[in-house]
């Protein structure tokens, strides 16, 4: 069926380092993958997505590269801060269906 | 504009009790998405709606979960004979229109607590 593997499952960076968290999916008729992040006891909020039909996708010290023949796809937090230490979930769908696949999720710690 | 809510925000019952959860989406919102969360775990999607309708329930866990939507608007997740494995935090998103490809957007979530 359906699958998103995230990795790593955790993450620990020093404040300024960048912190790189990666996903690959199966289906390959997928063609959105959105970012959120889920700070402790807060709703998984929306930081970043993109669509197959581009490679990059960049919005400040964030971006996500997409890589459709490979089926993965990765984000990249630059100039990391301690606000940034969340849970990162990645998600996957395809044109036409209702839900998101979504990654197992990476607790990204910054140490200051 | 507000964005999704959901309530109660936490909720502790006593196994084998029924509990019911609300939802309210954004406003214009005709997609609506239940997931549930369980202690440091991932997204494990339940049911979606689109419109009234719920073409898909296969997400499910048992026959003692269900869920409706009136008016296109607010649902309601409830579970029957509430069990302690289904202690977690029950999360609503909503999206424009039906499709995988819009943004959902999630509510607070409510917590579950089964003693």
């Known amino acids: 069926g359906e699958n998103v593997e995230q990795h790593p499952s955790t993450l620990s960076v020093q404040e300024g380092d960048s912190a790189v968290i990666k996903c690959t999916y199966s289906d390959s008729a997928s063609n959105y993958f959105p970012w959120y992040k889920q700070e402790l006891g807060k709703r998984p909020q929306l930081i970043i997505d993109?669509?197959?039909?581009?490679g990059e996708k960049k919005d400040q010290r964030i971006a996500v590269t997409l890589n459709k023949t490979a089926k993965h796809f990765s984000l990249h937090i630059t100039e990391t801060q301690p606000e940034d230490s969340a849970v990162y979930f990645c998600?996957?769908?395809?044109?036409?269906?209702?839900?998101?696949?979504f990654g197992t999720g990476t607790r990204l710690k910054v140490l200051a | 504009g507000a964005g999704v809510s959901q309530s109660p925000s936490n909720k502790v019952t006593e196994k084998g009790k029924d509990v019911e959860l609300r939802c309210d989406p954004i406003?214009?919102?005709?997609?609506l998405y239940w997931y549930r969360q369980s202690l440091g775990q991932g997204l494990e999607f339940l049911i979606y709606?689109?419109?009234?309708?719920?073409?898909?329930k296969s997400g499910l866990p048992s026959d003692r979960f269900s869920a409706e939507r009136t008016g296109g608007s607010v649902s309601t997740l409830t579970i029957q004979r509430t069990q302690q494995e289904d202690s977690a935090v029950y999360l609503c998103a909503s999206s424009p229109v039906f499709g995988g490809t819009d943004t959902q957007y999630f509510g607070p979530g409510t917590r579950l607590t089964v003693l």
């Open positions: 998600a996957a769908s395809r044109p036409g269906t209702y839900k998101y696949i």
């Open positions: 709606f689109q419109g009234n309708s719920a073409p898909d």
């Open positions: 993109i669509r197959s039909n581009v």
């Open positions: 406003s214009g919102h005709t997609a």
